[in-house]
């Protein structure tokens, strides 16, 4: 169920859908988004580095 809400949540179809939201909340959800995305490329770095070692 968390996997499904995070795959959609970071699906690039649904970051341009409009939304009858104002502009600030749109963009609060565009920087949560791409903090969530880099924190899961953190974790894959870290992972790959740990792996390797």
């Given at each position: 169920?968390?996997l499904?809400?995070?795959?959609?949540?970071?699906?690039p179809?649904?970051?341009?859908?409009?939304?009858?939201?104002?502009?600030?909340l749109?963009?609060?959800?565009?920087?949560?988004?791409?903090?969530?995305?880099?924190?899961?490329?953190?974790?894959?770095?870290?992972?790959?580095?740990?792996?390797?070692?």
């Amino acid at each position: 169920m968390f996997l499904k809400r995070l795959s959609y949540y970071l699906n690039p179809a649904t970051l341009f859908g409009k939304s009858k939201n104002d502009v600030n909340l749109r963009f609060m959800h565009g920087i949560n988004r791409i903090s969530i995305f880099m924190f899961l490329v953190c974790l894959i770095v870290l992972l790959v580095r740990a792996l390797s070692r």
